[in-house]
């Protein structure tokens, strides 16, 4: 009696530990789920975490005719999946009629602090009395970002991207996301938190730089920041490897291209045809018209982006993500 008195405690105590000892393995599967195997972008756009996602963004849209008319080519007929425009510039009007027109198409504002080309220069869409220091002498935007920074402050530059936005918005156009023209927005933790803001508030998704970009700038916990507001932003951003473009556009793309990285990668370029109108406008007319060639009718590129298994997307799907967690 004593015997099995004893083989049934023990049985019991063996039972008890089976018990904790599962249970602690169970909390500690539940806390490095928790911790360490959080859902990729990728994963949350119903992808794979191993996939390779591409954004082809077209820059300065709206800048000119011959941006317009490349642009909507690449989306049309080629690889472009998004672009951005920039409303204070003449042309706004035409790309917002082709945008309201065609609801489906991926379109963004480039927020716009600077005017620099020389004989062709824009001003403001807020009231001039709401943003004086963001004008040159002769009343246009600066012409470069330190400009900006020495005469304006955050908040003028924050009531004009808001103006920006709301044009955009009034004109018909469906914004899928944010990004700022020559960075001006990106530079400066000032001018970043009206960046953030402005994401915040009309809730879309941004352009970010890739996290090895913002250590270089001392700025390691910028995307967390934005995380932690609900915005989201791609994985990769293009920007550092820019300088080696000018050499070869074609090889250079196609070079960048072949090495993406797993997740979601932004690329942009400044579609535009070498028309007269681009050549008076612009020096980088030729960079430009082969960006425009390289992601419209090369068969080579459009050929490497099915052969490397790459899935092109614009911003609406991150837009879509970001509104369904944040309403």
Known sequence: MLATGRALAESRRMISLRAFVLCVAGLLAAGAESTGSAAS????????????????NGDD???CHSANVATIAALEKGLMTSATIMVPCPWFLEIADYAKRNPARDFGIHLTHTSEWKHYRWGPVAPRDQVPRLLDVDGYLWSSVP?????????????????????????????THLDSHMGTLQLLPAFMDA?????????????????ETLERFNQPKLREKFAGKGIVF??????????????????????IVKNLKPGVTELYIHAALATDELKAISGSWKTRSEEAETFTNDAEMKQLIKDEGIHLIGYRPLRDLQRKAKP
Not at 45 to 55: E, M, S, W
């Open 195 to 211: 960046y953030l803001q402005l994401a915040v508030e009309f809730n879309v998704p941004v352009r970010m730089a890739s996290q």
């Open 147 to 175: 400009q900006v920074y020495a005469a304006a402050n955050p908040e003028q530059a924050l009531i004009e991207a808001r103006a920006q936005v709301k044009k955009a918005l009034a004109a018909g156009v469906d914004v």
């Open 61 to 63: 849209v709206g800048m």
């Open 234 to 255: 791609p994985d990769h951003f293009i920007y550092d490897e820019l300088k080696d473009a000018k050499a070869n556009v074609n090889a250079f793309w196609k070079r």
């Open 41 to 56: 972008l990728a994963e949350r756009l119903g992808h794979k975490a191993t996939d390779k996602l591409l954004i082809v």
